[in-house]
């Protein structure tokens, strides 16, 4: 009956030692890929910056876009003269 104990003690032991082995494991797993979610976490929350700091620059090019000094800018480079100007042709 004592070598029964010594048996069922030492199996006990066993399947212990193999549980918290497992756990160790399963933990140093899930660890390492908290660290990858976290490297993740942090190179998305940069590409969310650089597209804010886009978005600024393109709402600040579309309110001088629809400005009455740069839409006269640009219609000057067609050739375009406001109502009332003289146009001097240079022929040389």
């Known amino acids: 009956m004592f070598k029964n104990i010594l048996q069922n003690s030492f199996f006990i032991k066993a399947f212990v030692v193999v549980a918290a082995l497992v756990f160790v494991f399963m933990a140093v797993q899930d660890q390492i890929a ?3 979610r976290k490297q993740q976490i942090l ?4 590409q969310i910056k650089y597209e804010n700091i886009q978005n ?7 309110a001088a876009a629809s400005s009455p000094e740069y839409i006269e800018r640009i219609a000057r480079t067609y050739g375009f ?10 022929t040389k």
């Open 34 to 36: 908290l660290k990858e």
């Open 43 to 46: 190179s998305i929350e940069e």
């Open 56 to 62: 600024e620059k393109y709402k600040t090019m579309i």
């Open 81 to 90: 003269v406001m109502p009332g100007e003289r146009v001097f042709v240079n």
